[in-house]
Every structure is written in structure tokens, then in C-alpha cells.
């Protein structure tokens, strides 16, 4: 079983739909979580850390449950730029490395 | 400011050829990573460098793989013998926070490896 898991899509949305991704990760151990986002042939950026007590930043909204061990991000409005990959990633107690998800592929479409 | 760069951007090896990929992490950032991510899969990790000092190398594949940091600033990885199942993107990170603090990682560019 693969530490952190994800539906690998694709996602395919009209501009302006809400789409949701979950994840779930394996190791109760983990202690960071956060949200890259990849688009093709670029490398892994940023979106946004994953804070238990859920939080938001503009049209993105990320929700933790650590008793489910189980990752979400919403998008709102969704945009033609929001077109890409987005991986789960965690971080374990104790160590620096991350340990991404296989991705999952939003496409938005007009 | 200048950001995480890699090179070759691409690289194309025969079989059994030694490589080397290089990284310039953000000047200044304490800690350095490499992943290896095939095609349609996330990066997984392979070693991770504080400084000079190689911390954690358990996620390199075989002996082939080798990387460095000799003065705690640029990095290169060398694969020996190359062979096809190496082929892959190597992406290199960096970040400015020490052993076991987690958070945000810079990525380079990565380098396209492919192996005839």
C-alpha cells in the first residue's frame, strides 16, 4: 500500500464548477501536511499547508482529519489556470523529506 | 530572486553510460533534496544533504546512485551504469529550514533523464 493515496483522475470541469480531491496517508507518524500543485512539465509548487483546524486561502479551501488520516482541497470557481496537477504531500515526525501522493489531474474546460 | 536551478534541463544516455546531474540550490538554504519522479507518478524522495553532511540516503535505488555536496552548497547526483528503468525526471530542492523542522521545499526545474 502507497504511504499517501490519491484518486489520480482526471478531473474534467466546466470554468466556474467546485471540485473536491481527497487523500488519505498511511502513517500516523506524519505531522506536516500540505498541497503542491505540478502543471506539465514543470516542477512541483506550493499551493497551501494543511492546518487541522482547516484553512482557506482565497478560492482554495484544505481540511485535515487525523483520526482518518485523510487530507481535502476544495476549489471554488474553478478557473482555466487552475488546469494542472495536484499532490498530496506529507511530512513525517522527525524528518525533513516529503512524501508525495501520485497526483491528480484537474482539467477545466470553458 | 534567483531560484532552485538544474542542469542538464535534459539528458539522453545509452545504456551502461555513467551521468551526472547538478543543482544550485537558493543560496543560503541549509537543506537540499533530490527525488526521482517517473511519468505519471509524484517524486519520490532519494537523499537528503544538511549542509555538506548526506543525512539520509535510503531512498536511493542502488550503489549506482551517488550525490554530494562537498561545500554544503551545490549538489550533483551521478548514476553509474545507467540503466533504462533510471529514466525519469530528477528534481533537486532545497529549503532554508534544518533536520526534522518539515515545511515548504523549492523545486528546481528538474532534469529529463532518459536512457537508450
Known sequence: RKEVEQDPGPFNVPEGATVAFNCTYSNSASQSFFWYRQDCRKEPKLLMSVYSSGNEDGRFTAQLNRASQYISLLIRDSKLSDSATYLCVVNMRGYNKLIFGAGTRLAVHP | ?116
Not at chain 2, 9 to 30: E, F, M, N, T
Open chain 2, 1 to 116: 530572486g534567483a531560484g532552485v536551478s538544474q542542469s542538464p534541463r535534459y539528458k539522453v544516455a545509452k545504456r551502461g553510460q555513467d551521468v551526472a546531474l547538478r543543482c544550485d540550490p537558493i543560496s543560503g538554504h541549509v537543506s537540499l533534496f533530490w527525488y526521482q519522479q517517473a511519468l505519471g507518478q509524484g517524486p519520490e524522495f532519494l537523499t537528503y544533504f544538511q549542509n555538506e553532511a548526506q543525512l539520509d540516503k535510503s531512498g536511493l535505488p542502488s550503489d549506482r546512485f551517488f550525490a554530494e555536496r562537498p561545500e554544503g552548497s551545490v549538489s550533483t547526483l551521478k548514476i553509474q551504469r545507467t540503466q533504462q528503468e533510471d529514466s525519469a525526471v530528477y528534481l533537486c530542492a532545497s529549503s532554508p529550514l534544518d533536520f526534522g523542522r518539515g515545511g515548504e521545499q523549492f523545486f528546481g526545474p528538474g532534469t529529463r533523464l532518459t536512457v537508450l
